[in-house]
Nanobody, 115 residues
Framework: QVQLVESGGGLVQAGGSLRLSCAAS????????MGWYRQAPGKQRELVAS???????NYANSVKGRFTISRDNAKNTVYLQMNSLKPEDTAVYYC?????????WGQGTQVTVSS
């Protein structure tokens, strides 16, 4: 199972930006999809964005136009560029590889957006 390590979280004011990175321990070129999820206190984990190696991208409605997911298969890394951040974006963000019983998860990185 691939190991995933997220980085780039932190505290930012509303309207600010952060870029999350997810480094994988093995090649991700054949892993589909790669994605970002988030979980806020007291809420269920939800999909933020996903991307396949053939370019299919999905975003949650709440982040469309503000977040951009990308992947660099040569670096085994997936990114999430987050712009125009809102307090409701505050959550632990998790990187995900694959789906179903074969999915792998990172340990998560905290994103806190202050108003």
């Amino acid at each position: 199972q691939v190991q995933l390590v997220e980085s780039g979280g932190g505290l930012v004011q509303a309207g600010g930006s952060l870029r999350l990175s997810c480094a994988a321990s093995t090649s991700i070129s054949s892993i589909n999809p790669m994605g970002w999820y988030r979980q806020a206190p007291g809420k269920q984990r939800e999909l933020v964005a996903s991307i396949t190696s053939y370019g299919r991208i999905n975003y949650a409605n709440s982040v469309k136009g503000r977040f951009t997911i990308s992947r660099d298969n040569a670096k085994n890394t997936v990114y999430l560029q987050m712009n125009s951040l809102k307090p409701e974006d505050t959550a632990v963000y998790y990187c995900n590889a694959g789906s179903g019983i074969f999915a792998s998860w990172g340990q998560g990185t905290q994103v806190t957006v202050s108003s």
